[in-house]
């Protein structure tokens, strides 16, 4: 056995964080990569970007850019080249190739922007460029901007500023393993209905034996359509977005 070194990967821990790579982006985007810096900084951006529980899912580029393990890559790839221009450069051509989008964090007047931000970005998937192209618009608010390195984000206020709900806990707990469409479908619910309907209508569906997201989301959107005796409608509470 050959005999182990500082670099040697210890292997992965129990309970160690997975990240969902689309299978689009592995078996299509992935293969046309020619320069290392591109494949990082997607690859980062992509787990960073999973790590956002807010909607819409805007990332801090600046922030993304201060993650050490991605500093530390490029270093070690481009030992000769400043990483700063490394990492932008692999940020033009992922953006370039469509696999991220970004934005100037000024967004349509009346919406406010997160502070001291230059440049957001998401993934190019269709729930996230719905967000943004609305974000843009000033449609919605940047609830999910949140630094990249952030190592958690606190769920949602209930009710008269009660403890929140933690709607992924409550679909892996409910459900079963995220992935990364279910991911953005969450997040897509956090922005659209109040705590307290996600947490009954996971309830419910719980205590029909129905788990399954679609059979949630069924119950949210017929209680916004109909209404709620206990509750507002979404619809009034997004009036003034």
């Known amino acids: 056995?050959?005999?182990?070194?500082?670099s040697t990967f210890a292997g992965l821990p129990?309970?160690?964080?997975?990240?969902?790579l689309p299978a689009a982006l592995l078996h299509q985007a992935v293969p046309e990569m020619d320069d290392p810096a591109e494949l990082l900084v997607t690859l980062y951006a992509v787990a960073a970007v999973q790590r956002l529980r807010r909607f819409p899912r805007l990332l801090d580029v600046a922030a993304l850019r201060a993650e050490r393990p991605?500093?530390?890559?490029?270093?070690r790839f481009f030992p000769h080249a400043d990483t700063d221009e490394a990492f932008r450069r692999g940020l033009e051509a992922a953006v370039a190739r469509g696999t991220l989008l970004r934005a100037d964090a000024r967004p349509a007047p009346g919406t406010p922007a997160p502070p001291d931000v230059a440049e957001v970005l998401t993934l190019n998937s269709e729930s996230d460029q719905r967000a943004l192209d609305r974000w843009r618009r000033g449609q919605?608010?940047?609830?999910?901007h949140v630094p990249a390195g952030a190592a958690g984000v606190a769920p949602r206020p209930g009710p008269q500023g009660g403890p929140g709900i933690n709607v992924y806990a409550l679909y892996e707990d409910t459900i079963g393993p995220i992935t990364p469409q279910v991911a953005a479908a969450l997040a897509e619910a956090e922005g659209l209905y109040p705590a307290a309907w996600i947490e009954d209508a996971f309830r419910e569906a719980a205590e029909l034996n129905k788990r399954s997201w679609r059979y949630i989301q069924r119950i949210l959107e017929r209680w916004d359509d109909e209404g709620r005796e206990d509750d507002d409608a979404p619809s009034e509470r997004r009036a003034g977005w």
């Open 1 to 6: 056995m050959s005999a182990r070194t500082d």
């Open 14 to 20: 129990a309970g160690a964080r997975q990240v969902a």
């Open 70 to 75: 991605l500093v530390d890559a490029l270093a």
């Open 140 to 144: 919605l608010a940047a609830t999910g």
